[in-house]
């Protein structure tokens, strides 16, 4: 064989590993077990990048309760940087609360912070119902950081079900309480207080107003 054919022989075998490989790549990125979750807003400003911005109401939006904002947060800075509020659009200010319970909700210096869900930090809209009517929309939230100032951002509006579920509100309503069909207090089948003997008389006693024996003898002496 000629060195030209093998040469040409080598390039076919290399291409066929290539394509192969290739194949290879693609049926894995279509494996069952990537599954596909939807893109969140996000929004770069300065040092501060946001990811994954939702506004998570209750399971069922017609439910009372409160909702949440969830987001992972970057610095990307040299200096640590405070959460000062978080604002959403027609629900008003968020309450905030730090991971530990108490405190400020920091993002340090070249890190990141989650907030919801469990041992994250928390930022609560106690008008749940307000932002539910936006459910499958989206709902401008601004974040205030001590060094970066204001970031906007159009959160999805989504509910806490599939993969929301442990990122969502922690409380979430009750079911009222069923009456109980039991009265409290059963009657007594026994009287309170019985007639004295006094009061009937009974047949063979004398009563208060029968006359005594010397009383009508005197009467018929009388006469």
Do not use: W
């Amino acid at each position: 064989m000629s060195r030209s054919l093998r040469r040409g022989a080598l390039a076919a075998v290399a291409i066929v590993f290539s394509i192969a490989s290739l194949s290879a790549c693609a049926a894995g990125m279509q494996a069952e077990t990537l599954k596909v979750k939807p893109d969140n807003a996000a929004v770069t400003v300065d040092e501060i990048k946001i990811q994954n911005a939702l506004v998570i109401t209750q399971p069922k939006t017609d439910a009372e309760g409160p909702a949440v904002v969830s987001a992972t947060v970057f610095n990307t800075g040299s200096t640590e940087q405070t959460i000062e509020s978080i604002t959403v659009a027609g629900a008003g200010e968020v309450k905030l609360t730090a991971a530990e319970g108490s405190g400020p909700v920091t993002v340090p210096a070249q890190g990141s912070i989650i907030l919801g869900g469990a041992g994250n930090p928390a930022a609560v809209i106690d008008n749940g119902p307000e932002v539910s009517k936006n459910a499958g929309g989206v709902q401008e939230v601004v974040f205030r950081f001590s060094e970066t100032g204001d970031v906007k951002v159009q959160a999805l509006v989504v509910p806490a079900t599939s993969y929301f579920e442990g990122y969502g509100p922690s409380s979430l309503p009750k079911p009222p309480a069923e009456p109980s069909t039991k009265p409290s207090g059963s009657p007594s089948g026994t009287p309170s207080g019985t007639p004295s003997q006094s009061a009937t008389g009974q047949a063979g006693d004398p009563g208060e107003g029968t006359p005594s024996d010397s009383a009508s003898a005197s009467q018929s002496a009388g006469h």
